[in-house]
């Protein structure tokens, strides 16, 4: 199987923009999805096939593609953006794997 | 709307057998399938397989092989998932989801203790 590798934390101020990186081969040719994960709440999606943003998802969420790296980006991060981050993304075969997580500080 | 209600925790000794049900409502159940994810204390997300709702197809993890079977009752909109030969690492909080991971299941504690 593949693996997926993001820092373990990052952190930013209110307002400013926090970005999450997320790496791995099979990035190039597959979508990739970010849930954020509060504590003792179940994940729930920001973003989808890239860029999309689910219904009811801030704008501030955005999310980018380049080569085997995708990025999560919260512009204007506010303290309610402070949780876990995983991106996640599947082979041709239907194997689902999740990064390693990231932790959002809102110093 | 969407939802996705799991059975209520569990506790379970060494070598045990755990089966966790995931009822869904607000949408057609036989359209999505449904995945199963867990998380250990204090780790990251770890997934476990989906199953096909209107086929039955599986998929599952390389390392739950063996271990793990999902199923469902479409008369009843319910996933099942039974985890055979428990050990202590298996003590996790285990959600469910759509396939497409869009909604979620509330998750529920599986906690493998002698």
């Known amino acids: 199987s593949f693996e997926l590798t993001q820092p373990p934390s990052v952190s930013a101020s209110p307002g400013q923009t926090a970005r999450i990186t997320c790496s791995g081969d099979?990035?190039?040719?597959?979508?990739a999805y970010w849930y954020q994960q509060k504590p003792g709440q179940a994940p729930v999606l920001v973003i989808y096939?890239?860029?999309e943003r689910p219904p009811g998802i801030p704008e501030r969420y955005s999310g980018s593609t380049s080569g085997t790296t995708v990025t999560l980006t919260i512009s204007g991060v506010q303290a309610e953006d402070e949780a876990d981050y995983y991106c996640?993304?599947?082979?041709?075969?239907?194997?689902?794997?999740f990064g390693t997580g990231t932790t959002v500080t809102v110093l | 709307q969407v939802q996705l209600v799991q059975s209520g925790a569990e506790v379970k000794k060494p070598g045990a057998s755990v089966k966790v049900s995931c009822k869904a409502s607000?949408?057609?159940?036989?359209?999505?399938?449904i995945s199963w994810v867990r998380q250990a204390p204090g780790q990251g997300l770890e997934w476990v397989g989906w199953?096909?709702?209107?086929?039955?197809?599986?998929k599952y993890a390389e390392k739950f092989q063996g271990r793990v079977t999902m199923t469902t009752d479409t008369s009843r909109s319910t996933a099942y998932m039974d985890l055979t030969s428990l050990r202590s690492d298996d003590t996790a909080m285990y959600f469910c989801?759509?396939?497409?991971?869009?909604?979620w299941g509330q998750g529920t504690l599986v906690t493998v203790s002698s």
């Open positions: 099979a990035l190039s040719n597959q979508y």
């Open positions: 607000g949408y057609t159940f036989n359209k999505y399938g």
């Open positions: 096939k890239d860029s």
């Open positions: 199953i096909g709702t209107s086929n039955g197809d599986t």
């Open positions: 996640q993304s599947a082979d041709s075969s239907g194997t689902y794997v």
């Open positions: 989801a759509r396939r497409s991971l869009d909604h």
